[in-house]
């Protein structure tokens, strides 16, 4: 099984930055794709960001120019560096990975609260 772990959110103004990143351990090897998902209050949990086991990366409409997820080469972690932050960025932002076995791994969220 893979066990996920995000950290870094946090309150901060428009404008302002934070990066998110997320521990994996278990059976990490399994795992096809990850992603950053978020989800606000009242509205549908959507895709921010999504990186393929061959390192391509496709950004939501919403954050394209200000997010960039990335993935350390031979370590356990992937990271989403958030710029430029929006109140509308306001979420929990949750870790996600795609296992070989069809299964979706989630992360327990972690919140981002952006003040105007």
């Known amino acids: 099984q893979v066990q996920l772990v995000e950290s870094g959110g946090g309150l901060v103004q428009t404008g302002g930055s934070l990066r998110l990143s997320c521990a994996a351990s278990?059976?990490?090897?399994?795992?096809?794709?990850m992603g950053w998902y978020r989800q606000a209050p009242g509205k549908q949990r959507e895709m921010v960001a999504v990186?393929?086991?061959?390192?391509?990366?496709n950004y939501g409409d919403s954050v394209k120019g200000r997010f960039t997820a990335s993935r350390e080469n031979g370590k356990n972690t992937m990271y989403l560096q958030m710029n430029g932050l929006k109140p509308e960025d306001t979420a929990v932002y949750y870790c996600n990975a795609f296992v070989a076995s069809g299964r979706l791994i989630w992360g327990q969220g972690t919140q981002v609260t952006v003040s105007s």
């Open positions: 278990g059976n990490i090897f399994t795992i096809n794709s």
């Open positions: 990186i393929t086991s061959g390192g391509l990366t």
